[in-house]
């Protein structure tokens, strides 16, 4: 009897991005950020389970929300730089998974509203994340 699904493993959400541990893992934008090894665009899989897109969703919106507040008040800050950075990510990871993941990229760019996304420090991180988030 053949198993669907069987032998896919590799492809699914890897463990770190389930974790919660993103906001420390930001703090190295711009330069390359990793979740115990794994690339925040790469917790964005097409073979993901409904539960880990909702659990991966959950941990990149909370990081989102969080750096969206302080990068408001003050654009010019580390948060920025962090917030760019993980939005450039999230395109870039969601952007290969044929919409599986929309919605929390829709919810993750509302986070962007009042914030000034044209500071050099949100450029440069969305720009990283874009290229190696």
């Known amino acids: 009897m ?13 463990v770190a991005c389930l974790e919660g541990n993103l906001s420390k893992a930001l703090a ?4 390359d950020v990793r979740l115990s090894g794994t690339r925040p665009s790469e917790c964005f899989t ?11 969703g959950a941990v990149f919106i909370a990081a989102a929300e969080k750096l ?6 003050q ?6 730089v962090e917030l760019g950075y993980l939005i450039g ?10 919409g599986i993941h929309y919605e929390t990229q829709r919810r993750i760019e509302q986070e962007l509203t009042g914030v000034n996304t044209h500071t050099p420090e949100f450029v440069t991180g ?8």
Request: with cysteine.
């Open 2 to 14: 053949l198993l669907a699904g069987c032998g896919n493993d590799e492809h699914r959400v890897p």
């Open 28 to 31: 190295a934008a711009p330069h």
């Open 46 to 56: 097409r073979a993901a389970n409904p539960a880990e897109i909702q659990q991966v």
């Open 68 to 73: 969206a507040a302080t990068a408001r008040a």
């Open 75 to 80: 654009p010019h800050s580390r948060q920025a």
């Open 89 to 98: 990510a999230v395109r870039r990871g969601a952007g290969r998974t044929q």
């Open 126 to 133: 969305e720009r990283a994340g874009e290229k190696n988030g």
